[in-house]
Protein backbone atom coordinates (compact mmCIF):
# COMPACT_ATOMS: atom_id res chain seq x y z
CA UNK A 1 0.00 0.00 0.00
CA UNK A 2 2.90 2.41 0.77
CA UNK A 3 4.75 1.99 -2.90
CA UNK A 4 1.33 2.38 -4.66
CA UNK A 5 0.42 5.71 -2.47
CA UNK A 6 4.35 7.15 -3.44
CA UNK A 7 3.99 5.74 -6.75
CA UNK A 8 0.95 8.09 -7.04
CA UNK A 9 2.35 10.70 -5.51
CA UNK A 10 5.39 10.48 -7.96
CA UNK A 11 2.88 10.21 -11.02
CA UNK A 12 1.17 13.60 -9.80
CA UNK A 13 4.06 15.49 -9.25
CA UNK A 14 5.84 14.69 -12.66
CA UNK A 15 2.27 15.69 -14.27
CA UNK A 16 2.14 18.67 -12.94
CA UNK A 17 5.84 19.37 -13.77
CA UNK A 18 4.99 18.70 -17.27
CA UNK A 19 1.55 20.72 -17.71
CA UNK A 20 3.43 23.95 -15.99
CA UNK A 21 4.00 26.71 -18.72
CA UNK A 22 5.94 28.90 -16.64
CA UNK A 23 10.16 28.42 -16.19
CA UNK A 24 10.18 29.95 -12.55
CA UNK A 25 7.77 27.68 -11.09
CA UNK A 26 8.88 24.74 -13.10
CA UNK A 27 12.38 25.75 -11.91
CA UNK A 28 11.37 25.81 -8.29
CA UNK A 29 9.44 22.36 -8.55
CA UNK A 30 12.18 20.40 -10.46
CA UNK A 31 14.73 19.86 -7.49
CA UNK A 32 11.75 18.64 -5.29
CA UNK A 33 10.66 16.17 -8.16
CA UNK A 34 14.14 14.85 -8.51
CA UNK A 35 14.79 14.12 -4.59
CA UNK A 36 11.34 12.08 -4.99
CA UNK A 37 12.40 10.37 -7.93
CA UNK A 38 16.05 9.63 -5.95
CA UNK A 39 14.57 8.63 -2.78
CA UNK A 40 11.96 6.43 -4.84
CA UNK A 41 14.68 4.99 -6.87
CA UNK A 42 16.64 4.08 -3.67
CA UNK A 43 13.77 2.21 -1.93
CA UNK A 44 13.21 0.21 -5.01
CA UNK A 45 10.04 1.91 -5.63
CA UNK A 46 10.96 2.47 -8.86
CA UNK A 47 13.70 1.17 -10.84
CA UNK A 48 17.32 3.30 -10.59
CA UNK A 49 17.12 3.60 -14.77
CA UNK A 50 13.62 4.67 -15.15
CA UNK A 51 14.40 7.14 -12.42
CA UNK A 52 17.13 8.77 -14.20
CA UNK A 53 14.54 8.52 -17.86
CA UNK A 54 12.35 10.91 -15.57
CA UNK A 55 14.99 13.31 -14.75
CA UNK A 56 16.16 13.37 -17.68
CA UNK A 57 12.66 14.30 -19.45
CA UNK A 58 11.81 16.59 -17.06
CA UNK A 59 15.07 18.38 -17.28
CA UNK A 60 14.68 18.85 -21.08
CA UNK A 61 11.27 19.85 -20.52
CA UNK A 62 12.06 22.57 -18.08
CA UNK A 63 14.83 23.57 -20.25
CA UNK A 64 12.75 24.19 -22.92
CA UNK A 65 10.09 26.69 -20.99
CA UNK A 66 10.65 30.11 -21.97
Same mark, same amino acid.
Given at each position: ?? %???? =? *???? %? !?? /???? %?? &?? +?? &? !?????? /? #? &? @???? *?? !? +? +?? #???? %? *? !???? @? =? =??? +?? #?? &???
Amino acid at each position: ME %NRYY =S *KTMR %N !AL /KAIR %NT &TD +KS &T !ATEMLP /K #V &T @KMLD *KL !A +K +KN #VIHA %N *K !AANL @K =S =SIQ +KH #VN &TLQ
